[in-house]
């Protein structure tokens, strides 16, 4: 069974999801999960995956399947 999901068309790993909404590749990624959520832009799926960009932080970032909208938990 794949984890990876379909966001923008493309199939994305974990540690890719995190660097879309990030911006720089995180240093580790959980499993991405589906956010009970839709995307305040398009109205689309949201996805969430947890992630490491610093050994000291832990954030969880928000991501839309059909546009290009994200957000993490330290907006
Ligand atoms: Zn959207």
């Known amino acids: 069974m794949s ?10 790993t974990p540690a890719k999801l995190a660097e879309l909404i990030e911006g720089e590749a995180p240093m580790d ?11 305040p832009d398009c109205g689309g799926s949201v996805i969430s995956v947890g992630y490491m ?3 000291t932080e832990f954030v ?4 839309c399947q059909d546009c ?3 957000e993490t938990d330290r907006d």
């Open 3 to 12: 984890e990876n999901r379909v966001v923008e068309g493309r199939m994305v």
């Open 29 to 39: 990624a959980e499993e991405i999960a589906d956010a009970d959520r839709e995307c």
């Open 53 to 55: 960009p610093s050994v």
């Open 60 to 63: 969880t970032g928000y991501k």
């Open 68 to 70: 290009a909208w994200s």
